[in-house]
């Protein structure tokens, strides 16, 4: 008996080695898996959604194109923040920067109406859109107002027509999904006092247009929330036009409109 029981012990170790490993990598697996989920939920990537290819046949050449329009610049400092550590034309520039980046990720083509921090007037970034036959125009903006006001706003044409109510909402939509500090609404006109009248950006220019105020500049946590997102708030911002862009895609909307200007 003593015997039989030396015999059988050299298989204990060996069986329990055996469930060790088969648990420890079992827990390796769950850990993989883990990290896996928590990239796919947290990372760059703010939509896996792929849109309609927008490349071309030929050299892969983009078949859309934005005009990306920086508000302000050179003499035009635009608004400043109440430390003046913050200017309007140098936030609007980087942030259009960062656009032309994700857009250029996606397929779309971008003209910038400037790249540098010159001077430019109404007429030329609206020229910039319209010689270069863009199928939508974005202008970047930072708010100013009271120090106490926050948040993002988004201004269209007053006759607040499909497109335009379209690129405004899929653009908010995807900044409130980054974190914005209050949706200030996608708005018809303009912000003075006056009813009716649109940002001359937006009424002299034909593709569908809006006017981006990405935050207040003289707003403490809007600055903060600026710096901190601007990557995402870039990437949301793209995605939004994306979307747009393939709903008129879809509508035939884009095939209209250069049938009749071709
Ligand atoms: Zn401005």
Known sequence: ?????????????????????????????????????ADLSGGRDLELKTYSNFY????????????????????????????????????????ALLLRQELRE????VVMTRTDDTTLSLEQRVNTAQANQC???????????????????????????????????????????????ENLGVKGGSAGEEEN??????????????????????????NSLFTRYQVQYAQATAQGIAATLDQMIQAGALEDRRDTTE
Not at 106 to 109: H, K, L, M, S
Not at 203 to 221: A, F, K, Q, R
Request: aromatic residues 8%; glycine residues 12%.
């Open 1 to 37: 008996m003593a015997k039989q029981k030396r015999r059988l012990r050299p298989w204990v170790p060996v069986a329990a080695l055996f469930l060790i490993g088969m648990l420890m990598a079992g827990l390796v697996a769950v850990g993989v898996w883990a990290v896996s989920q």
């Open 56 to 95: 071309g046949g030929t050299g892969e050449a983009p078949l859309y194109t934005v005009c990306v329009d920086a508000g302000h610049g050179g003499e035009d400092s635009g608004a400043v923040s109440y430390d003046t550590q913050r200017v309007e034309k140098t936030d609007n520039l980087t942030f």
């Open 106 to 109: 996606i397929g779309i083509g």
């Open 135 to 181: 199928d939508l125009y974005i202008c970047v903006h930072r708010n100013s107002g009271n120090g106490v006001t926050g948040g993002v706003e988004i201004w269209i044409d007053d006759d607040m027509n499909t497109w335009e109510m379209a690129l405004g909402s899929n653009i908010m939509a995807r900044l409130e999904q980054v974190g914005i500090q």
């Open 197 to 222: 009248v649109d940002y001359y950006v937006n009424s002299h220019t034909t593709m569908p247009s809006c006017l981006l105020e990405l935050g207040y500049i003289d707003n403490v946590e809007d």
